[in-house]
């Protein structure tokens, strides 16, 4: 039994920064590599970005490079998805994902999760 909640989400303007944060509980030990999704309306859901375990490895989607920051924070059990510069296109709902147990390469597809939240809302206006 996972469950992954979601927070941080909300409406900002162009430039601005927000900090998501995903809480896992229920089985998991702290021992899973997580990740962080987005979709937008009438568009498939992209991965954005993630975390290895163990080694803690971050990879990330070439639209938000240099933008976004993932982080976990053993202490409180979160993965945090630190977001800079937001633009109009990062609007979309986002949804934490996590695949416990380690892993010897990082999947960039909604296949390679199967625990999932149900996502918090950014929205940035121009």
């Known amino acids: 039994q996972v469950q992954l909640v979601e927070s941080g989400g909300g409406l900002v303007h162009t430039g601005v920064s927000l900090r998501l944060s995903c809480t896992a509980s229920?089985?998991?030990?702290?021992?899973?590599?997580a990740a962080w999704f987005r979709q937008a309306p009438g568009k498939e859901r992209e991965f954005v970005a993630a975390?290895?375990?163990?080694?803690?490895?971050?990879y990330y989607a070439d639209s938000v490079k240099g933008r976004f920051t993932i982080s976990r924070d053993v202490a409180r059990d979160t993965t945090d998805l630190q977001m800079n510069s937001l633009k109009p296109e990062d609007t979309a709902v986002y949804v934490c994902?996590?695949?416990?147990?380690?892993?010897?390469?990082?999947?960039?597809?909604?296949?390679?999760?199967?625990?999932w939240g149900r996502g918090t809302q950014v929205t940035v206006s121009s």
């Open positions: 994902a996590i695949e416990v147990g380690p892993k010897r390469s990082v999947s960039l597809s909604v296949h390679g999760y199967n625990f």
């Open positions: 229920g089985r998991t030990f702290e021992k899973y590599t």
């Open positions: 975390i290895k375990w163990p080694e803690l490895n971050t």
